[in-house]
């Protein structure tokens, strides 16, 4: 078993809040209840929960959906009965071997084995931690992980995105989408994008992307341009 032993001495409470389920179904399924507060491994860290983000895949692990996930969910209930990935707060400990990271430090990013965040403190892995940025409030940060990892992932890792090509976006306008025309932009392409008027009526801001027709999605040319990369932001598919 890895060393639970830690840096800082935290506070006598043992127990703490959290949203937890016993079984899968709707948000009927979910309760606020006392449970034990977690342990941490040498290479974690204890976050004291500020605020958190709520993700279509929480939803999915609260159903267990797909029923071909369960064996990663667990079969019968959730290995993890908290909810919630994405997470923002404080350090309140930290694991022996852990060296980027001291208590009260303001940090965000994903809790360990898909769940744990609906809580007021969450284990989370070292590496799945990055300081908070001054600029952004608890509550912004925790916005972030999920959905700014999958189009980072999509855009730099896998459609290896290159300064000049262009880049279709198709649903802009979500929280995977708002990410992917920034990241865009950061790695020096042009991006045209589709979405929903009803769901961005800032969306027309000229400096965020190239132009917008619903009746681009899934097309090779935008205008006579070529389209290097095409991300479906609302079903994270991506072709190149």
């Not at 009260?104 to 809790?111: N, T």
């Not at 908070?132 to 916005?143: I, S």
């Not at 020096?188 to 999605?217: E, F, I, M, Q």
Request: with cysteine.
């Amino acid at each position: 078993m890895i060393s639970t032993e830690i840096r800082a001495t935290t506070t006598r409470r043992t127990t703490m809040k959290a949203v937890v389920q016993d079984t899968y179904g709707s948000s009927e399924v979910l309760d606020l209840r006392d449970i034990a507060k977690p342990e941490i491994g040498e290479g974690d860290v204890l976050v004291r929960v500020r605020a958190a983000g709520v993700n279509p895949g929480d939803w999915a692990i609260m159903g267990g959906l797909p029923f071909i996930a369960r064996p990663v969910y667990g079969l019968r209930k959730p290995k993890n009965p908290v909810r919630g990935t994405d997470v923002a707060g404080q350090v309140e400990a930290v694991g022996t071997s852990v060296t980027r990271f001291r208590p009260g430090d303001e940090v965000f990013g994903s809790s360990k084995h898909l769940g744990g965040a609906f809580a007021e403190y969450a284990a989370v892995s070292e590496g799945a931690l990055a300081p908070k940025p001054t600029n952004l409030t608890f509550e912004q940060a925790a916005a972030v992980p999920m959905a700014g990892y999958v189009a980072l992932q999509a855009l730099r890792d896998h459609g290896k995105v290159k300064a000049g090509e262009r880049v279709l976006i198709n649903g802009a306008s979500g929280g995977i989408g708002t990410f992917a025309v920034q990241i865009a932009k950061s790695l020096g392409a042009s991006s045209s994008t589709t979405w929903r008027t009803t769901h961005c009526p800032t969306c027309d801001v000229p400096s965020l992307h190239g132009g917008c027709s619903c009746r681009t999605a899934g097309a090779s040319t935008i205008g006579g341009s070529p389209v290097g990369v095409a991300l479906s932001a609302r079903r994270c598919r991506l072709r190149s």
